[in-house]
Nanobody
């Protein structure tokens, strides 16, 4: 079974930095997309950043220039480096994986981490 384990969340002051990690394990054949979502209280979940198997990245406008998504393919792990954090970044962050599980030829599936709290406050 495929599982995603997140780490790196916490409390940080405005202007500070955090690095989130998402480690995938289990019966994965190939990965097509890695990403990070976040959800603040009373708001819809939004895609913050993503990276394709080819290395193309995408960011929501509000984090461009501050956040960087990266990956370690050998370890099936992806990261979110968050710099110059603002109070508006406070949310639960969920790692995301779109992957083809072993045992099937077609049919990618979506996998989610458990979520990690990021709080930006003075």
């Amino acid at each position: 079974q495929v599982q995603l384990v997140e780490s790196g969340g916490g409390l940080v002051q405005p202007g500070g930095s955090l690095r989130l990690s998402c480690a995938a394990s289990g019966s994965i054949s190939s990965i097509s997309l890695m990403g990070w979502y976040r959800q603040a209280p009373g708001k819809q979940r939004e895609l913050v950043a993503s990276i394709t198997s080819g290395g193309s990245t995408n960011y929501v406008d509000s984090v461009k220039g501050r956040f960087t998504i990266s990956r370690d393919n050998a370890k099936n792990t992806h990261f979110l480096q968050m710099n110059s954090l603002k109070s508006e970044d406070t949310a639960v962050y969920y790692c995301y994986l779109k992957a083809l599980p072993r045992g099937v030829l077609v049919g990618v599936r979506d996998y989610w981490g458990q979520g990690t709290q990021v709080t930006v406050s003075s």
